[in-house]
């Protein structure tokens, strides 16, 4: 459904992707691991539009992604959230998923119950009236990360470290809504997480970056026990 | 603007003005003038505000609505309302020149406004066969007689751009209450937000800038049938930039009431006070207030006037709804 | 031919002029992030009080220098001292407020100079120099092209070999490794803006030699200021030379095979263009996107 081949970035001199491969089946999730700076979240601006890649080629439901600008990616069905959650700034949460169904649908209507039930799902909706940028807490604005992209109506989301920074409870709390919402909507996803917990929990399979390229993939229980994977988690924990 | 507030304008606008000045052609044709200025200072505003882009250089949609408007009515005979409209969207069609601009960030898009600003006027100083010249267009027709009505008064004129503004104001504020509006009011501080929901941001500022064309051409045009002359010199003169942003400014842009009536505010002391004290540089007073606003209150009187007023809860929400 | 090379070095000797009217504004804008959209008005207020000072005593224009720069650092530091106030979205109020400073100056002038035109009444500056048997210029356009040059040159060693200089240039490559080491930005950008009156004062008097002045004129300055700054890629001395003499040569070469009228329309399309293909400009780093 979602295949990246032969893709290359650099920025200035530098090159943060190097010939990466790999696919996004149906209906999968599909988790991207690897240390800070491997090319994980590099890989999702690519994907989104935000950055533009010196080789390589991008399709998605048959369309070649790469040449459609960032908006019209979103109609084509990919979702995605920021590590660091970017709500739209001056209006209130509902406005923001409002504004989402509006430009994010490939027809433009505005559904007010397909927006009370995303806000439902992520327990969101008793915030719905609270400005965006100032009102929320941390878990909320993450939610709410979530709960835009969803209001796209994706086929694919894509998650950028949305539970990073949660403290444990909420972090259970969130990864079950996270499954809740990917059964309820049918969705496949690509997952980024540095928690190696999270991952197997979530994952129905791993990409593993390291130094901008793609060093193993497969099933998580086995890639985790792969010796090049684990050194390259060098200072991580492995379960 | 609520409805009391806007109920109470237009009975002030339509019934007392008229009623109370109307016979003083001197007056009337004051409070016109400063309805102009409020007219340009709305789409300035509309600009500045949903489209995040400031603009210093609104007197090239005017002077191009004035001369596109003058050259259609007295070179191929299309009737003056027509060509109102028509002001307009020669003066759209000139901001399609500007869109490359648009790829730039806040102030290089101001600086590049600029720019072209002084192009369109060096043009039409240039354009002779077209503009006259620096001679300049005399005996533009008058608004016509129209349902009985004789609009190529005083009074007239004050009642057709009365309804201009009145029109761009509606217009405004449905573009604010509408999606677009939204996500342009979340584009201003949070433009890659909007635009990874799918808002194609860059074609929702264009809409912005073809629209505030539109209205700041259409007063220009309705300008050149007001005062029957025209000038490249005047037609494109840096007041009709300078105006509009003191009074959008003045009043507080990101508010529909506030261009409005900053520009009856300051147009009216600007002739009436100002330029009676000092006949030569009285725009001196603007430039001052314009600096004094940016540095004391940006977003214009009204949070001053609330933070004096207001019980000090309500101060943080006043500021933020920006009604 | 002959016409061509004609042209080509009047449009040099004006770059020399343009470059020293843009410098005040790059210098500003690379310590401060700041569009003095007043800049020509100061540049034009120097120019004022040569005229002032030539009308009341007869004094030579050259000499009324140290005036104009005492008066034009002041307002310069005025100005800095009020975009400093500013709270927030400095980048874009900044320059709506250097706006309106700028309509205060030129309105100024008008109430105590009138909108009459004036000139220096001095005929020396007026008379020809003749260069290599066949390249003819004013007396005024040469001065004004080698102060030009010598104050650019000046600038870059100051800012390449003084300690405030290198101050400066710190504070623009990075505000806040500056601070850290123990620089204080507030002072390089005083600094800058005094400089940058200095700079303004020695144009606004050479303007005064060259040139006719009228209240307008401050802001054509201006924006023939920052076009050659954008030109430059914002910040870079050298790259003002080079956007001045590339703008006084495309003015020369219009001037001589078109119309002089026509010499302005050509300069600012050069800019768009140049703007819109490379936002940072000829010799820029950093982009303005």
Redesign the interface.
């Known amino acids: 459904m979602l295949k990246v081949e032969d893709l290359s970035v650099s920025f200035g001199g530098v090159r943060a992707l190097q010939n990466v491969n790999f696919e996004v089946h149906k209906h999968e999730v599909l988790g991207l691991v690897g240390p800070n700076g491997a090319g994980k979240t590099t890989s999702f601006n690519v994907l989104s539009g935000v950055v533009k890649p010196v080789s390589g080629t991008v399709t998605y439901d048959g369309h070649d992604i790469l040449k459609s600008s960032m908006h019209q990616r979103v109609t084509y069905g990919i979702g995605r959230t920021f590590q660091i959650p970017q709500p739209m700034h001056e209006l209130t949460v509902r406005e923001n998923l409002i504004v989402a169904q509006r430009f994010g649908r490939p027809d433009g209507k505005v559904k007010q119950d397909r927006i009370d039930e995303i806000l439902e799902s992520v327990n969101l909706s008793h915030k719905s009236e609270s400005d965006a940028a100032t009102e929320l807490a941390l878990t909320e604005r993450k939610a709410l990360e979530v709960a835009k992209a969803l209001a796209t109506e994706p086929t694919l989301l894509m998650l950028d470290e949305v539970l990073a920074g949660l403290e444990t409870t909420s972090k259970k709390l969130f990864m079950e809504t996270l499954k809740k919402i990917r059964k309820q909507y049918n969705l496949s996803m690509i997952v980024i997480e540095h928690d190696i917990e999270t991952i197997m929990n979530m994952c129905d399979r791993v990409v593993v970056f390291n130094f901008g390229q793609v060093i193993a993939e497969g099933d998580p229980e086995e890639t985790f026990r792969n010796p090049e994977v684990v050194r390259s988690y060098t200072g991580e924990v492995l379960a | 603007m609520n409805i009391k507030f806007s109920a109470a304008f237009a009975i002030v606008m339509y019934l007392v003005i008229p009623f109370t000045l109307g016979d003083n052609n001197y007056l009337i044709g004051l409070v016109a003038s400063a309805l102009i200025i409020a007219g340009i200072a709305v789409a300035w505003a509309l600009l500045g505000n949903l489209g995040g882009m ?1 603009s ?1 250089g609104h007197a090239a949609f005017f002077g191009v609505g004035a001369y596109t408007s003058a050259v259609l009515t007295m070179d191929h005979g299309v009737p003056v309302f027509v060509a109102l409209v028509m002001g307009g969207i020669g003066a759209s069609i000139s901001s399609i020149f500007m869109m ?2 648009l ?6 898009f ?3 406004i ?3 600003a ?2 369109f006027k ?2 039409a ?2 354009a002779t066969s077209i503009t006259g010249g620096a001679g300049g267009l005399l005996s533009i027709p008058t608004l016509p007689v129209f349902m009985g009505i004789d609009f190529g008064t005083k009074l007239g004129g004050y009642i057709v751009i009365l309804n201009i503004v009145c029109l761009t104001l509606i217009t405004y504020h449905f573009i604010r209450k509408s999606t677009y509006g939204l996500a342009l009011k979340a584009m201003h501080d949070s433009e890659m937000a909007t635009r990874i929901v799918g808002v194609p941001a860059t074609y929702l500022k264009i809409v912005m800038l073809l629209v505030s064309a539109f209205m700041t051409g259409s007063i220009g045009a309705f300008n050149a049938h007001y005062i029957n002359f025209l000038e490249p010199d005047y037609a494109f003169s ?1 007041s009709w930039t ?1 105006f509009p ?2 009074a959008a ?1 003045f009043g507080g842009y990101r508010t529909l009431s506030g261009p409005v009536l900053g520009a009856l505010f300051i147009y009216l002391v600007d002739q009436l006070v100002f330029k009676s004290v ?1 006949p ?5 007073i ?6 004094g606003m ?2 004391l209150s ?1 977003s214009g009187l009204l949070p001053i006037l609330t933070k004096f007023f207001a019980p000090k809860k309500n101060i943080k929400k006043a500021e933020g709804q920006h009604a | 031919m002959e016409l061509t090379a004609q042209a080509l070095f009047t449009g040099l000797l004006m770059g020399g002029f343009y470059g020293l009217i843009a410098v005040g504004l790059a210098l500003v804008f690379g310590t401060m992030k700041v ?1 003095n959209l007043a800049h020509g008005e100061l540049v034009l207020l120097a120019a004022y009080i040569a005229y002032a000072l030539e009308s009341q005593t007869g004094l030579n224009p050259m000499l009324s220098l140290p005036i104009a720069m005492a008066v034009v650092i002041v307002a310069a530091l005025v100005t800095f001292y ?1 975009t400093n ?5 400095r ?3 900044s ?3 250097t ?10 002038l ?2 105590v100079f ?2 009459d035109i004036y000139s220096t009444q001095s005929s020396w500056f007026m008379e020809g120099v003749v260069i290599a048997d066949s390249l003819f210029s004013m007396r005024s356009e040469m001065i004004a092209f080698i102060v030009g040059i010598a104050a650019l040159g000046g600038l870059y060693w100051w800012l390449n070999h003084t300690w405030h200089g290198r101050a400066i240039r710190s504070v623009s490559s990075n505000r806040d490794a500056a601070k850290l080491m123990g620089m204080n930005p507030t002072k390089a950008e005083l600094w800058s803006w005094g400089v940058a009156g200095v700079l303004a004062a020695l144009a606004g008097v050479m303007l005064y030699v060259t040139s006719v002045i009228h209240p307008p004129v401050g ?1 054509s300055l201006t ?1 023939k200021a ?2 050659i700054t ?1 030109l430059a890629g914002m910040g870079s001395i050298p790259g003002v030379l080079v956007g001045a003499i590339m703008i006084g040569v495309i003015e020369g070469l219009t001037t001589t095979y078109f119309q002089s ?2 010499a ?2 050509a300069s ?2 050069v ?2 263009l140049v ?2 293909v490379m ?1 940072s400009g000829l010799f820029g780093k950093k982009g ?2």
């Open positions: 400031v210093f490359p601009a790829r730039l960030r806040g102030p290089y101001a600086l590049a600029l720019a072209y002084e192009i060096i043009l100083v240039e840096g300078i942003i003191v400014i000092m030569q540089g009285h725009q001196l603007l430039g001052a207030m314009l600096a940016i540095i940006p | 569009i009020l106030q500013i709270k927030k979205d980048e874009l109020n320059l709506i407020l706006f309106g400073l700028g309509i205060v100056l030129t309105n100024g008008l109430m009138s909108a802001h924006i920052f076009v954008v009228s026509l302005e329309l600012m399309t800019f768009l703007l819109l936002p303005a996107h």
